[in-house]
């Protein structure tokens, strides 16, 4: 199984970023997908994850009404559009197939979001 996140980069606050994730080794399509980001110092967190059958959308608090998950089954994809982004938004954010809420594989490299003015 394996992971490619990219998108990520500088942006200033109030900006936006969307962040794509190929993911090959499994059947995509069978699974919920998850975005899950890691601040230095902390814990990864799940900030969005959707359902693999009903495309259900759901949000961590700190970013509902600001991120956008979205999937396309045909080219195994996730995706991650973030606006509004704080300086509590700066990780490095990474895609997994989810049980819940729990990863199911081995993490990718991820990519880096940075917000800064």
């Known amino acids: 199984v394996q992971y490619a996140e990219s998108g990520g980069g500088l942006v200033q606050p109030g900006g936006s970023l969307r962040l794509s994730c190929a993911a090959s080794g499994f059947i995509f399509s069978s699974f919920a997908m998850g975005w899950f980001r890691q601040a230095p110092g902390k814990e990864r967190e799940l900030v969005a994850t959707i359902d693999w059958n009903t495309w259900r959308t759901n949000y961590a608090d700190s970013v509902k009404g600001r991120f956008t998950i979205a999937r396309d089954n045909t080219r195994n994809t996730v995706f991650l559009h973030m606006t509004s982004l704080t300086p509590e938004d700066p990780a490095v954010y990474y895609c997994?197939?989810?049980?819940?809420?729990?990863?199911?594989?081995?993490w990718g490299q991820g990519t880096q979001v940075t917000v800064s003015s």
């Open positions: 997994n197939a989810v049980l819940g809420t729990t990863p199911v594989h081995s």
